[in-house]
């Protein structure tokens, strides 16, 4: 079946602009998590969905991000006033139910704010 | 919180030689350790996992140890070939948390 998907691949924007990054998680899977990805660095916890809703927030690095999930599908992952230092990879990965299985990840959208 | 430590940062071997890379956790409790397997311009993938129940698990050319008393656990990569060279991470699961390693990209030379 198909896996996780994610757009736009790559997304180029100027500082102060707003951008919208999205995800569809595999058909089934409850729990869907964001983490970000500086060049050459680990994976940066960002939120965890469990359903439409988001148990753990702790990783939003500040309150420029905020993420939605509806219809326990599809979910949004949303950057307001971009700065140069939010450039990096958005990784998106989902599961069937939580975290104690394996994350499916997506290809990540890579982002470049000027 | 748990917090996870994974050496080496990079790691060149010659093809054909075992790879091992170590991490060790902080919190107890952490009962799923998964590893993730991440090549150039792609998200990571599941390579190998083990649960907190078990000391050992082996999939072909790919093992996993795990040590509680100690807290730590251990990739093992067998007969490396080129194909093999990527970024690996390991990750340690509690409830609902999961902390991945910083990674370890490794390097096989034909």
């Known amino acids: 079946g198909a896996g996780v998907s994610q757009s736009p691949s790559n997304k180029v924007t100027e500082k102060g602009k707003d951008v919208e990054l999205r995800c569809d998680p595999i058909?089934?899977?409850?729990?869907l998590y964001w983490y970000r990805q500086s060049l050459g660095q680990g994976l940066e916890f960002l939120i965890y969905?469990?359903?439409?809703?988001?148990?753990?927030k702790s990783g939003l690095p500040s309150d420029r991000f905020s993420a939605e999930r509806t219809g326990g599908s599809v979910s949004t992952l949303t950057i307001q006033r971009t700065q140069q230092e939010d450039s990096a990879v958005y990784l998106c990965?989902?599961?069937?139910?939580?975290?104690?299985?394996?994350?499916?990840f997506g290809p990540g959208t890579r982002l470049l704010v000027l | 919180g748990e917090n996870v430590e994974q050496h080496p940062s990079t790691l060149s071997v010659q093809e054909g030689d075992s790879a091992v890379i170590k991490c060790t956790y902080s919190?107890?409790?952490?009962?799923?350790f998964p590893w993730y397997k991440q090549e150039l311009g792609k998200g990571p993938q599941l390579i190998i996992d083990?649960?907190?129940?078990?000391g050992e698990k082996k999939d072909q050319r790919i093992a996993v140890t795990l040590n509680k008393t100690a807290k730590h656990f251990s990739l093992h990569i067998t007969e490396t070939q080129p194909e093999d060279s990527a970024v690996y991470f390991c990750?340690?699961?509690?409830?609902?948390?999961?902390?991945f390693g910083a990674g370890t990209r490794l390097f096989v030379k034909a």
């Open positions: 990965a989902s599961s069937f139910q939580g975290q104690q299985e394996t994350q499916y």
């Open positions: 919190d107890s409790a952490s009962n799923y």
């Open positions: 990750a340690a699961t509690l409830r609902d948390k999961t902390i």
């Open positions: 058909s089934g899977h409850t729990a």
């Open positions: 969905f469990q359903g439409n809703s988001a148990p753990d």
């Open positions: 083990i649960r907190s129940n078990v």
